[in-house]
């Protein structure tokens, strides 16, 4: 069985920083494309970062957090991360890591297999 569990959310004030943290078990990993997700209440979920299997593989960025945010991998822990750095109010959300066993950087929550449960990011003064 796949699992996904996110860590290192909070409450960080406006320009501070966080990192992500998403663990995987099972088998998967390796061969996935991993991305993080974010929702708010009464919204879509939407793409916030993409990276292939392989780590420094292609990456894609949603354009709210290009130049400010970064994903990367290490595939000897099983393990990807976000770093956030900057961040704005607007960028408060559930963010969801999640892992894609198809070939392809998948942009869109159908493209994805299997899900975290969320970790919640709160920017605020």
């Known amino acids: 069985q796949v699992q996904l569990v996110e860590s290192g959310g909070g409450l960080v004030q406006p320009g501070g920083s966080l990192r992500l943290s998403c663990a995987a078990s099972g088998s998967i990993f390796r061969n996935s494309a991993m991305a993080w997700f974010r929702q708010t209440p009464g919204k879509e979920r939407a793409l916030v970062a993409v990276i292939s299997s392989w780590s420094g593989g292609n990456t894609i960025y949603a354009d709210s957090v290009k130049g400010r945010f970064t994903i990367s991998r290490d595939n000897a822990k099983n393990t990807t991360y976000l770093l956030m750095n900057a961040l704005k109010p607007e960028d408060t959300a559930v963010y969801f890591c999640?892992?894609?066993?198809?070939?392809?950087?998948?942009?869109?929550?159908?493209?994805?297999?299997?899900w975290g449960q969320g970790t919640q990011v709160t920017v605020s003064s």
């Open positions: 999640a892992a894609r066993t198809m070939l392809g950087l998948g942009t869109s929550r159908a493209d994805y297999d299997y």
